[in-house]
């Protein structure tokens, strides 16, 4: 079945550290691939999304590349801030039966020190 | 503004009690969702709806029932039949049910059982 797997956590990096956080996928057809964010105590809002391969998504200095031939979407960021620790999901959705489903990933969590 | 709200934020329960979480959006989206969150897991669809009056299961929904009497009502009755029911519950939106859509998230119950 569809699967999606993100290196684990916690990543502890210094402000203006670059970062990248590795999500590879499994799936049947052609997903589209989501990054979801989490702050302490709240719930998730989306970060970027890509819907077809080589798109790249990019939002708040975040970037991602859907790659097709290495079932991969990794994030990254050039420099981070002490804001940017959270909890950070990679998702896939794919069409099934009339609506679709989403897979997440179980998370990594960024802690970013001043 | 526009967005998803979840209330209680905390809800502690006895065993063998049934408890509602409510989940009311004005974003005007036709589908709605309950996802629950365990530490260092993602996010498991417990049932989701597509239109009004109607709703179908997801990966986890044994013990669980929803209503969709209205378009920004989606309800989740937690019952005595779940076994684990300690853990955050995050309601979502989309404007739609297709795969490129966008996930709205609301802040999260977190239910306790004692």
């Known amino acids: 079945g569809d699967s999606v797997t993100q290196m684990e956590g916690p990543v502890t990096l210094s402000e203006e550290a670059f970062l990248t956080i590795n999500c590879t996928y499994t799936?049947?057809?052609?997903?589209?691939l989501f990054w979801y964010v989490q702050y302490p105590g709240e719930g998730l809002q989306l970060l970027l999304k890509a819907t077809k391969a080589d798109d790249k998504g990019s939002n708040k200095g975040f970037e991602a590349t859907y790659r097709k031939e290495t079932t991969s979407f990794h994030l990254e960021k050039g420099s981070v801030q002490v804001s940017d620790s959270a909890v950070y999901f990679c998702a896939l959705s794919e069409s099934r039966g009339g609506g679709f489903k989403t897979i997440f990933g179980a998370g990594t969590r960024l802690f970013v020190k001043a | 503004d526009g967005g998803i709200t979840q209330s209680p934020k905390y809800l502690f329960r006895k065993e063998g009690q049934n408890v509602t979480l409510s989940c009311e959006q004005n974003?005007?989206?036709?589908?709605m969702y309950w996802y629950r969150q365990d530490p260092g897991q993602g996010l498991r669809l417990i049932y989701y709806s597509q239109i009004v009056n109607d709703f179908q299961k997801g990966d986890i929904a044994e013990g669980y029932s929803v209503s969709r009497e209205k378009k920004e009502s989606f309800p989740l009755t937690v019952t005595s039949a779940q076994k684990n029911p300690t853990a955050f519950y995050l309601c979502?939106?989309?404007?739609?049910?297709?795969?490129?859509?966008?996930?709205?998230f609301g802040p999260g119950t977190r239910l306790t059982v004692l």
């Open positions: 799936a049947t057809g052609y997903p589209s």
């Open positions: 979502a939106s989309s404007i739609g049910a297709i795969s490129t859509d966008t996930q709205y």
């Open positions: 974003l005007n989206h036709d589908a």
